[in-house]
């Protein structure tokens, strides 16, 4: 019976211990204009023009004590016309990056959820995504001289023109992106406007490479169907022409979605650590990143071969 006793108090400790440890979470990171949406996890609006933009903001434990890095992740599933939506999707993408001790933030555009605003005033969604990297950087957790931004798809599009016309990302990584807005929509050229196809040519980081700010991180698999793979051999090609510190890592059979989450988004935890502490890739880079690829090499499924 006392062992019965025993276990039973020791149970009950744990569970009140286990409930205070997960009320604490909830509470780290509370302030003003902040909503609790889970343990570490908040609903924060940041200003874009004339309006106020949803987004959810992470914090790890123990960035209270000390500014953290941060990475602002930006949705994807739009293009220059058609806003991205937030949704529950993005969360396995953010996780690798809280795990790393990073306060990590996902934004949304004009145009969605309850945002209101019209999107096709917002250069291509890089104004909102301009003010979203703006109030990352003002939060009390975050070290606003590490700041990183990451996107995959269309967000990788605008998360290397971010890294062209601001100061603040420290470093970027871009999955699968449309770097030649005019290439991707070359069959439907004929029926657009002069207006139009200067609006391409302007939101393509392409053109824009020489005026690339900060190291650049892309990947693309090489079986990418959505984004083909010459789209970012044009952009590591003319990064490197201009002596732009460029990594270019291709994932050998890698399709468009799970080549970002099985290699692109560790790929950029390491990359990141990496600047932090050098200021440049290292062997250490080097060798996560052909353990990695040799990794998924050998657990790829044989009709994936």
Same mark, same amino acid.
């Given at each position: 019976?006392?062992?019965?006793?025993?276990?039973?108090? #020791?149970?009950? #400790?744990?569970?009140?211990?286990?409930?205070?440890?997960?009320?604490?979470?909830?509470?780290?990171?509370?302030?003003?204009?902040?909503?609790?949406?889970?343990? %570490? $996890?908040?609903? #924060?609006?940041?200003?874009?023009?004339?309006?106020? /933009?949803? @987004? $959810?903001?992470?914090?790890?434990?123990?960035?209270?004590?000390?500014?953290?890095?941060?990475?602002?992740?930006?949705?994807?599933?739009?293009?220059?016309? =058609?806003?991205?939506?937030?949704?529950?999707?993005?969360?396995?993408?953010?996780?690798?990056?809280?795990?790393?001790?990073?306060?990590?933030?996902?934004?949304?555009?004009?145009?969605?959820?309850?945002?209101?605003?019209?999107?096709? %005033?917002?250069?291509?969604?890089?104004?909102?995504? /301009?003010? @979203?990297?703006?109030?990352?950087?003002?939060?009390?957790?975050?070290?606003? =001289?590490?700041?990183?931004? @990451?996107?995959?798809?269309?967000?990788?599009?605008?998360?290397?023109?971010?890294?062209?016309?601001?100061?603040?990302?420290?470093? #970027?990584?871009?999955?699968?992106?449309?770097?030649?807005?005019?290439?991707?929509?070359?069959?439907?050229?004929?029926?657009?406007?002069?207006?139009?196809?200067?609006?391409?040519?302007?939101?393509?980081?392409?053109?824009?490479?020489?005026?690339?700010?900060?190291?650049?991180?892309?990947?693309?698999?090489?079986?990418?169907?959505?984004?083909?793979?010459?789209?970012?051999?044009?952009?590591?090609?003319?990064?490197?022409?201009?002596? =732009?510190?460029?990594?270019?890592?291709?994932?050998?059979?890698?399709?468009?979605?799970?080549?970002?989450? %099985?290699?692109?988004?560790?790929?950029?935890?390491?990359?990141?650590?990496?600047?932090?502490?050098?200021? =440049?890739?290292?062997?250490?880079?080097?060798?996560?990143?052909?353990?990695? /690829?040799?990794?998924?090499?050998?657990?790829?499924?044989?009709?994936?071969?």
């Amino acid at each position: 019976m006392r062992k019965l006793l025993t276990l039973f108090f #020791v149970l009950t #400790v744990l569970s009140l211990a286990s409930l205070f440890a997960q009320e604490a979470d909830k509470k780290q990171g509370e302030g003003p204009g902040r909503v609790v949406v889970g343990r %570490r $996890w908040f609903l #924060v609006q940041f200003p874009s023009g004339t309006r106020k /933009l949803i @987004a $959810w903001l992470f914090v790890p434990r123990g960035s209270e004590k000390s500014p953290a890095a941060a990475v602002l992740r930006i949705p994807a599933g739009g293009n220059l016309f =058609k806003p991205a939506v937030l949704g529950l999707g993005t969360v396995p993408e953010v996780e690798p990056y809280v795990s790393a001790g990073y306060v990590t933030m996902v934004m949304s555009f004009r145009g969605t959820l309850d945002n209101g605003g019209d999107f096709s %005033r917002s250069r291509g969604g890089l104004d909102d995504v /301009l003010a @979203a990297a703006e109030f990352l950087k003002k939060q009390p957790e975050v070290d606003p =001289k590490n700041i990183f931004v @990451a996107g995959h798809s269309s967000a990788a599009s605008l998360t290397l023109r971010l890294a062209q016309v601001s100061d603040i990302p420290r470093a #970027v990584a871009a999955f699968s992106p449309v770097v030649d807005w005019t290439e991707r929509y070359s069959k439907r050229l004929k029926d657009v406007s002069d207006e139009t196809r200067k609006f391409l040519t302007e939101s393509s980081s392409l053109t824009h490479a020489g005026e690339t700010k900060c190291p650049v991180l892309l990947t693309h698999g090489t079986a990418d169907r959505m984004v083909p793979l010459s789209q970012s051999e044009s952009l590591a090609a003319k990064l490197r022409e201009l002596k =732009k510190p460029c990594e270019f890592v291709t994932i050998p059979e890698g399709d468009h979605y799970y080549s970002m989450l %099985r290699a692109g988004i560790p790929l950029s935890v390491a990359y990141f650590s990496e600047i932090r502490e050098h200021g =440049k890739t290292t062997k250490l880079f080097e060798q996560f990143r052909e353990n990695l /690829l040799k990794k998924l090499a050998e657990t790829m499924e044989p009709k994936q071969k």
